[in-house]
């Protein structure tokens, strides 16, 4: 029997059909169209422009966020929309264009202040920051905020950089130890002063501030556990009225304590927020069109039957943005499995990028990438291809592939087995061109599809995993947690990231020369300087044929006309949600 | 007593299901732990899950543990504080940090008006076509009727209900957007699941109803009612009809207590954060609790139903209640 999710999909499918026929069929729209601006506007540029105050927000997603606990989140869009509610030492600056990437002051007065050698970050909070009831902002509630990420079982989900780099060694958090003063990795010596103790110097620690929630200050005794994600304290522009409810949805009103004057990055314009969880993917697109729904909260891009309504009527494309998303869909090739480097080689040379780049959708689906690193990453420089071309049209070099083949001492080819997500449809597509390709050259391809839930935890996110199955190449992606060489390469070819469950580096590159520039590059104060180190590493891993690069996720988002400041943010490949009005 | 163990043999089952067949396939307590965390968990937070969530745990403890929680209660530690979960605590969700029961009670009403509205409009469609259908036999009524009724057994609600909302609601605005959350929302914006649901039922009863009019109306006490003069109305209600309608309450018995327990395809179709909704995002996320709770839910409720419907056949037939 077909799962549910099959079938619905079918059944999706012949909806999409049929709309898609109406479409053809010239027949007019019955929704509100779009604004003014033209196709694509909002990726650069504000869209409806307007502070008019009042009306209501309505917010919609399948599924749910991981928490609305902002120390215990990691979707690109839970860590987006929890800036409407929430605020941090540093966050993305609500500017549109690569501004956005750039890491500003939020609570905090100005950037971390480096001291003892790189070994302290020092904050000095903004006067007169208000929670929800008009209570004072302290230092001490942002060192407790960051001493409860201590305690991962509790707060699972979100980040683990502060576990891993403040000198807090052996504390369990405060859940389990009572009494704040055992917590040494922040000093607040006044209520202003978050001194962070690190156990070395880490450049980027701005960055690890910003691009999450977990310095969100909040009193100890405001605190509910794993439960506080159900009704967080609020520090932003709006508060929460009553609990949200998991799967199904919530509502935000007005936080009266909130000071615009503290904060450029926010705006307070609908007077409610409401979010609808649990609602279908295309039934949110269908809302979308027709204006009952502004928000699409993923914001990772409208469905199939969507993608053709909207393309195909000129009056939605203008209503329409296809940013690049920041992900990057490459194809790594694991170096522990295939650990010759020419045989690796051989593989890049004969991949054939047109395939992949239509697997992918084409020219609204992303573009040829040639560096790993996507251009939305500060810094990125675009580099020079190794072994294949980052062209829409290149078909692979079957004789270069041969020849690597022969120099790896495989002249006939070799076997090996490649995986996917078998519910992502791009992906199956993109491994089965995989397999076509290869066979070109000899390279025989066993295609084995593992379900989304479980891939990158315990297949192709399990090193011993890989290695068992004899698993040579697969389909990921990755999107940095911030805008810089650090926070998009270093998880996926960092030795040192590599773990047993839940790898990212899952071409399991365990490269000495890449390896010694992660250590060097960590104290290096200057981000240009860094950035020139970045590049070097995306060459080197290109050049060891460890990573093959495929296509920079572009993704079809949808603005009602009646949403007003709309952008995308380069921060969270996505609208700003902090900003975000209505007009209608 | 036969409900208690049928619903013991469900949760040993599910629970079976959940734990040792992942375990057969190799899945290991940090594989089962990297589930609830976030991106690239490092070694210690996989063994901050495993500790919180006794992972390690043997089976038929983690089992025990849950059975006496469904008839003493337990209680729950969220780091700061400790929640009361009464009896009959179907355990804690760790995706959505809440007692089970309290969730399946939160949606539970959703499910309910589905499966009442629905079921209304079914047995009324169904039972009447059945009727008309069987006093016309091979007319064009009856033909097109079980023409109609063929068609409402072959599609499915995923797709009626998605052509519906696609064109009814978003193309036409025949209706409004389909937005039940609750006892507080207007019931009347369920009417397109219902009529998707009933369309599917009704053709069943229909077609069921037919053919025990059929065989009914050609029984000797029919033609005998008949002879004794009574009006032919009460010839069908009462004596045909009545004697049609105990196989269709034995399968309404079983088709109402599954759908009380959760529309799955339904809710799903048309977003409706009713229990099948919550059984479904229990299984995609591999929250065991929620998965165990909706099932024996659904149990429960099919127990249940089946429990009226036997008490209602004595009404029905005065054979049973004399028996």
Redesign the interface.
């Known amino acids: 029997m077909k799962s549910?999710k099959v079938?619905?999909s079918a059944?999706?499918a012949?909806?999409a059909l049929?709309?898609g026929l109406?479409a053809c069929g010239g027949s007019d729209d019955?929704g509100d169209g779009g604004g003014s601006a033209k196709f694509d506007a909002g990726s650069t540029a504000v869209v409806n422009a307007s502070d008019k105050k009042g009306g209501v927000l309505k917010y919609a997603q399948p599924d749910d966020f991981?928490s609305l606990d902002p120390a215990n989140?990691?979707y690109a869009y839970a860590l987006n929309f929890s800036r409407v509610y929430s605020r941090g030492l540093m966050t993305y600056a609500s500017k549109p264009g690569t501004a956005g990437a750039e890491i500003v002051p939020d609570l905090a007065e100005a950037k971390g202040v480096v001291g003892e050698g790189g070994k302290t970050v020092t904050y000095t909070l903004k006067q007169g920051v208000k929670y929800e009831d008009g209570s004072q902002i302290k230092a001490a509630d942002v060192k407790y905020a960051v001493a409860?990420t201590f305690?991962?079982?509790?707060l699972?989900?979100?980040?683990?950089y502060f576990?891993?780099l403040l000198d807090a060694d052996g504390y369990k958090g405060p859940?389990k130890d009572k009494n704040l003063d055992n917590f040494k990795g922040v000093d607040t010596p006044d209520e202003r002063t978050v001194v962070f103790k690190l156990k070395k110097p880490f450049s980027e620690f701005d960055q690890v501030v910003g691009f999450a929630g977990q310095t969100n200050p909040l009193p100890q005794a405001k605190?509910?556990?794993?439960?506080?994600?159900?009704h967080p304290f609020s520090s932003g522009p709006y508060k929460f009225e009553g609990d949200y409810?998991?799967?199904?949805?919530g509502v935000l009103v007005r936080n009266e304590h909130w000071d615009q004057a503290t904060d450029p990055n926010r705006k307070q314009l609908p007077d409610r927020i409401e979010i609808?969880s649990?609602?279908?993917a295309?039934?949110i697109d269908?809302?979308l069109?027709?204006g009952?729904v502004h928000v699409d909260l993923p914001g990772s891009g409208v469905q199939a039957a969507a993608r053709q309504q909207i393309l195909t009527q000129p009056k939605l494309k203008d209503s329409a943005d296809n940013p690049l998303a920041g992900f990057h869909w490459y194809l790594p090739i694991n170096t522990e499995v295939i650990p010759n480097v020419e045989c690796r080689k051989a593989i890049v040379w004969a991949t054939d990028r047109s395939a992949l780049f239509r697997a992918y959708g084409g020219e609204v689906g992303g573009e040829p990438a040639t560096s790993i690193q996507p251009p939305t990453v500060a810094g990125r420089e675009k580099g020079t291809d190794f072994y294949t071309k980052a062209d829409a049209n290149y078909t692979g070099d079957p004789a270069k592939a041969k020849e690597a083949l022969a120099a790896c001492g495989q002249p006939n080819g070799f076997s090996t087995k490649m995986v996917f997500r078998s519910d992502r449809p791009k992906e199956k597509l993109a491994a089965e061109a995989m397999k076509q390709a290869l066979e070109r050259v000899g390279i025989k391809i066993e295609l084995a599809g593992y379900p989304s839930?479980?891939y990158t935890?315990?297949q192709f996110?399990?090193p011993a995993w890989t290695k068992k199955e004899k698993v040579g190449l697969g389909t990921y992606g990755w999107a940095p947690d911030w805008s810089t060489g650090y926070g998009y390469l270093q998880?996926i070819t960092d030795q040192d990231?590599i773990?047993?469950?839940?790898?990212?580096n899952t071409s399991v590159l365990k490269d000495a020369e890449v390896n010694k520039k992660w250590d060097e590059v960590v104290s290096i104060q200057d981000p240009a300087a860094r950035a020139k180190i970045y590049n070097e590493i995306d060459q080197r891993v290109r050049e060891q044929a460890a990573i093959i690069p495929n296509v920079y996720a572009k993704s079809l988002l949808f603005r009602p006309s009646t949403l007003a400041n709309v952008y995308l943010h380069a921060g969270f490949g996505m609208y700003n949600y902090a900003t975000l009005g209505v007009t209608g | 007593m036969g409900a208690v163990g049928l619903l013991l043999i469900i949760s040993a089952v599910t629970f079976g299901i959940f734990f040792l067949v992942p375990k057969a396939a190799g899945v290991t307590s940090d594989d089962l732990a990297a589930r609830f965390a976030g991106k690239t968990p490092d070694a210690a937070t996989l063994e901050a899950i495993k500790d919180r969530f006794a992972l390690d745990e043997p089976v038929p403890v983690q089992y025990g543990k849950y059975i006496k929680s469904i008839v003493a209660g337990d209680t729950y530690d969220t780091g700061v504080e400790t929640i009361d979960c009464p009896a009959p605590c179907l355990g804690y969700s760790f995706r959505t940090n809440q007692p089970v029961f309290d969730e399946i009670v939160d949606r539970a009403p959703v499910t309910f008006m589905i499966a009442i509205g629905a079921a209304v409009l079914w047995l009324l469609a169904g039972i009447t076509i059945g009727v008309v259908s069987a006093l016309r036999r091979g007319s064009v009524i009856d033909r097109v009727s079980m023409g109609i009724a063929l068609a409402g057994v072959s599609l499915p609600v995923f797709f009626t209900g998605l052509l519906s909302l696609a064109f009814v609601v978003h193309r036409w605005q025949l209706l409004p957007e389909v937005n039940y959350r609750g006892f507080s929302d207007n019931p009347f914006s369920l009417l397109l699941p219902w009529i998707c649901l009933a369309f599917l039922y009704a053709a069943l009863y229909a077609r069921l109803t037919r053919a025990g009019m059929l065989e009914t109306m050609n029984e000797d006490y029919i033609r005998t009612a008949r002879a004794k003069g009574l009006p032919e109305r009460t010839v069908v209600v009462k004596h045909g009809l009545r004697a049609t309608l105990t196989p269709i309450m034995t399968v309404f018995g079983l088709d109402f207590g599954l759908l009380l327990g959760g529309a799955i395809i339904t809710e799903r179709t048309f977003s409706l954060p009713g229990i099948g909704q919550l059984a479904l995002d229990g299984i995609y996320q591999s929250d065991l609790p929620v998965v165990l709770g909706a099932t024996m839910v659904v149990a429960l409720f099919v127990v249940l139903a089946n429990l009226i419907v036997d008490i209602l056949y004595g009404v029905v037939d005065p054979r049973v209640r004399h028996s």
């Open positions: 549910p079938v619905t059944a999706a012949a909806v049929s709309l109406s019955s991981d989140m990691y409860r305690d991962r079982g509790v699972r989900n979100g980040p683990s576990t891993q859940f605190d509910k556990g794993e439960r506080y994600g159900l409810q998991p799967k199904k949805g609808q649990a609602l279908k295309e039934e269908n809302r069109i027709s009952s839930g479980t935890n315990e996110g399990s998880p990231a773990v047993d469950t839940g790898n990212s």
